[in-house]
Every structure is written in C-alpha cells, then in structure tokens.
C-alpha cells in the first residue's frame, strides 16, 4: 500500500510560480511511475507529466517549458515545479503512483488569477 499526499497549491496571479509537494509512504519499492494529474471544473481528469524510474520525464503540450517535475528518492518526495502559471492551469492537481497498484493523493487546488 502507498499513501500519497500533495502540499502547495495556493492562489497566485497570472505568470507566477508555485511548487506542488507530494509526499509519500508505505510500500515504495513497487512505484516505477509517477505523475501529476489535474483536473478543472467540469473537465476530464488529465495526465499533465510523468517520471519513471530511471528519471525520463514526459509533459502534456501545454506546460512543455513552463512545468518541471522531479523527485527526490531520498526524501520519497515528488515534485511539480509550476512556472508561468496562467489562469487556464486552474484545477485540482493529483499525485499518481503506479507500481503494485494504482495510488492517488487527495489533490491540491491550484488557482490562477488573470
């Protein structure tokens, strides 16, 4: 079993930055992919980038450039470093964790004003 949770979405203007945390613990030596997922208001729940285990990283077209993920093995810590940030990013961002399962976090809402 993993349990995942997600810190740091805020309300920030348009242009600015936010880091997503995803903190996580329990069977951890089955996860070989990781990813953030959001979802808006009224909208499908979407993939918007992916770590495997050897470190490739893969972005949804529209936060190519702006949106870098990692992680920090150490810490069993995933992170989505959000830069740019425009009002269409607005939504819930979810922690996915595959391996053994399929693990997901409670989410963290990330709004952006224009």
């Known amino acids: 079993q993993v349990h995942l949770v997600e810190s740091g979405g805020d309300l920030v203007q348009s242009g600015g930055s936010l880091r997503l945390t995803c903190a996580a613990s329990g069977s951890l030596f089955s996860i070989n992919i990781m990813r953030w997922y959001r979802q808006a208001p009224g909208k499908p729940r979407e993939v918007v980038a992916t770590?495997?285990?050897?470190?490739?990283?893969t972005y949804t077209e529209s936060v190519k450039g702006r949106f870098t993920i990692s992680r920090d093995n150490a810490k069993n810590t995933l992170y989505l470093q959000m830069n740019s940030l425009k009002p269409e990013d607005t939504a819930v961002y979810y922690c996915?964790?595959?391996?053994?399962?399929?693990?997901w976090g409670q989410g963290t809402q990330v709004t952006v004003s224009s």
């Open positions: 996915n964790a595959i391996g053994g399962g399929i693990y």
């Open positions: 770590i495997t285990s050897d470190g490739s990283t």
